[in-house]
């Protein structure tokens, strides 16, 4: 991962937070004083990093220095709407620094200061002491730290560095380089967001139903399926974001704690929309799009051709949502989503485009072939009637197929206790098309 330390280790205290190279130390100034840098274009979505951590990993790495004078260089550039912390965190955070850490802080390095910085500022104005604010010193580009720093010592993004260069090109009149994404970053072993089927299937013990969605299912079905307008509402952005940072680290979550039934049902689709790839993957799309020019009465049959070409894996997961969302349509007369209303909440997260966003005139297709796969559950995921279709599966065969229906005690990925499963449907696929 760029910007981590390759020494860096697993058993390291603050390892969940260390790994993404937010802070590093780089050397001394010219006043022979130890650097400490802060990058915020390695900072994760607020989701993947737990606030109080970094905060507490912040102090453990400036307790090792703050006996002597120090410096912190700050790069500003990467702070978005995605990864900021609250305004309330930031007040926590400046007094939980208290004068152990401020006296001999000598300078404050902000580069690349943007409006927020200065507003924040005016916020923060009456908590910060006259003698702290005079030890900031903004640059606007990275070559004012030259006469400041040992600029070669410094450890700075790349995404820091292009950022500079095209600042400094529009300055001057020339032309930007073109923007590069950034290297992807390592999952943690306890990830559960953004990360493969397969990534969830090796860290859970070959177990092929990825935790996050066995657990809301489950506990949809046993609290939720008549709530009406299931799969319909929000949930705050603040509390999902909980959720998703829970289970990353490994830890418990418990639905009944936030007293909302709509919640599980946020993070089901939450889940979907955040894997790598879409559950009916990138290759089915354009077969997909099809489906609209299928005579109604085959449309059904095509489905099954389509879910052919699956992964075993994808078809177990997407065997396991459908005959769970089949259950929810069931209730309709209760919860007012029938398999057409699911198909217009889940079309979207199921599949996408490899490239850009699905048009407006791709919505039909896309939310008919889902309707289809919830109203005709029974006979998409069915037993397959003509010979020669594919048989039965490795993880299929024997022993191996038990823990799709059974419920297993502990999963080591999140900690969690695995409540036991209601009858499903999911026994169809141990039955090939």
């Known amino acids: 991962m760029a910007g981590q330390d390759p020494a860096l280790s697993t058993s390291h205290p603050f390892y969940d937070v260390a790994r993404h190279g937010i802070l590093q130390v780089a050397g001394d100034d010219r006043f022979g004083r130890r650097v400490v840098t802060f990058s915020c274009c390695r900072m994760p979505p607020s989701h993947e990093l737990d606030h109080q951590r970094l905060l507490e990993y912040l102090k453990y790495t400036l307790d090792q220095y703050v006996e002597n004078d120090y410096t912190i260089v700050y790069f500003h550039y990467g702070l978005n709407s995605r990864n900021k912390p609250s305004l309330g965190w930031l007040q926590s955070a400046y ?5 152990k850490y ?33 030890k900031v010193i903004y640059f606007n580009y990275l070559s004012e730290l030259h006469e ?19 600042l400094q090109s529009l300055h001057e009149g020339r032309t930007p380089p073109p923007t590069k994404t950034p290297p992807p970053r390592p999952p943690l072993p306890t990830q559960q967001f953004g990360v493969s089927l397969q990534y969830l299937k090796d860290k859970n013990q070959g177990e092929l139903i990825p935790p ?3 657990f809301t299912v489950t506990y949809l079905r046993e609290k939720g399926l008549r709530t009406e307008g299931l799969f319909r509402r929000s949930a705050s952005v603040q509390t999902v974001r909980e959720i998703q940072r829970l289970y990353n680290q490994g830890k418990p979550v418990n639905f009944d704690d936030y007293g909302d039934i709509h919640i599980p049902a946020v993070i089901l689709k939450t889940f979907l929309r955040e894997l790598p790839q879409p559950l009916l993957t990138f ?27 699956l992964p075993e894996h994808n078809y177990v997961v997407l065997c396991y949502l459908m005959g769970f969302l089949h259950a929810v349509s069931r209730e309709s007369i209760f919860n007012k989503m029938n ?7 889940f079309g979207l ?15 039909v297709p896309l939310n008919m072939f889902t309707e289809l796969l919830i109203e005709y559950y029974e006979k998409i995921f069915s037993t397959p009637e003509a010979p ?45 098309l």
């Open 349 to 363: 997260n199921l599949i996408w485009p490899s490239q850009g966003v699905s048009s407006l005139s791709a919505l």
């Open 212 to 214: 996050v969605l066995r």
């Open 95 to 99: 007094k939980e620094f208290d004068r």
């Open 148 to 166: 400041h720093l040992k600029y070669d010592q410094l450890v700075i993004p790349p995404e820091v560095l292009r950022y500079d260069e095209k």
């Open 283 to 309: 290759q089915a799309y354009e077969q997909i799009l099809g489906i609209t020019c299928v005579e109604s009465s085959l449309r059904v049959t095509r489905c099954r051709q389509i879910l052919r070409s």
């Open 102 to 134: 401020k006296k001999n802080l000598k300078a404050l390095y902000v580069v690349h200061p943007t409006s927020f910085i200065k507003v924040l500022w005016n916020i923060l104005k009456p908590l910060i002491s006259h003698k702290f604010g005079k």
């Open 339 to 345: 398999s057409s209303n699911l198909a217009c909440v």
């Open 388 to 432: 020669g279709e594919r048989g039965l599966a490795p993880w299929e065969q024997g022993s191996r197929a038990a823990p799709l229906q059974e419920a297993v005690p502990q999963t080591q990925a999140t900690g969690l206790t695995k409540p036991t499963l209601p009858p499903s449907p999911l026994m169809a696929a141990r039955r090939r």
